[in-house]
């Protein structure tokens, strides 16, 4: 049997290969070896991939300011919210000395302060209200089909969940911190269905302590 790589004798009885038997093993080791990290970046994006289970959404950044003894100190702020397009979601404020860390740092807050909401379907159990400092969201129920008919920030926010239908108004303040806090405490309050009696039986007699107290 021939071999493959065609050899040379040198005067002093060696053996070398030829230069096109050379250069073609050095063109395939060179693919292999290329087909071997092209299957290691693969391997790698899809663990990272499977890793990332929450997705986030920089809602604002701005850049604000304090004055100091020397001047004015400038930093930026960052309002960023995380979900996990189900049930679990999170606000985050925080400030930084440039955008990056100011935005790692708000991440961090928001998985830090995440909660799972309650759902009926792909929208909210109930209509709720809630008002935070000068916001005030009103969030209502849809039928199905209907979409997210919101603004920019509770969009945002209702995005990274798993509410596909939604009707939301904002009656007060643009603050942007605020309305995504208000809309926290929105969900938040979501109550299931079946527990709506027990519910409004507390309520009951969490009125009928406060009027004893009073009258007392």
């Not at 040379?8 to 063109?27: F, K, P």
């Not at 209200?129 to 005030?136: F, I």
């Not at 969940?161 to 007060?172: A, F, P, Q």
Request: glycine fraction near 10%; aromatic fraction near 2%.
């Amino acid at each position: 049997m021939e071999n493959k790589d065609a050899k040379v004798i040198n005067q002093a009885g060696t053996t070398r290969l030829t230069d096109e038997a050379a250069a073609a093993r050095d063109s395939r080791n060179g693919r292999e070896f290329r087909g071997r990290r092209r299957d290691n970046r693969r391997g790698r994006r899809a663990v990272e991939e499977g890793q990332k289970e929450f997705d986030s959404v920089n809602i604002s950044i701005n850049r604000v300011s304090r004055t100091v003894a020397g001047g004015r100190r400038m930093r930026f702020q960052a309002l960023v919210a995380v979900g996990n397009h189900k049930n679990k979601i999170g606000v985050g404020l925080a400030k930084g000395n440039d955008v990056t860390s100011a935005v790692q740092k708000a991440e961090r807050r928001a998985k830090k302060n995440m909660i799972t909401i309650n759902m009926n379907g792909e929208s909210i159990c109930h209509e709720v209200e809630t008002k935070v400092t000068g916001a005030h969201v009103l969030m209502k129920p849809a039928a199905p089909g209907t979409g997210i008919i919101a603004g920019g920030v509770v969009r945002s926010i209702i995005g990274l969940t798993g509410i596909k239908n939604l009707i939301s108004k904002s009656l007060g303040s643009t603050n942007k911190a605020n309305i995504a806090y208000a809309v926290i405490e929105g969900l938040k309050q979501q109550t299931p269905r079946d527990n709506w009696l027990a519910y409004q039986g507390n309520k009951k007699a969490d009125d009928k302590k406060a009027a004893a107290k009073e009258e007392k």
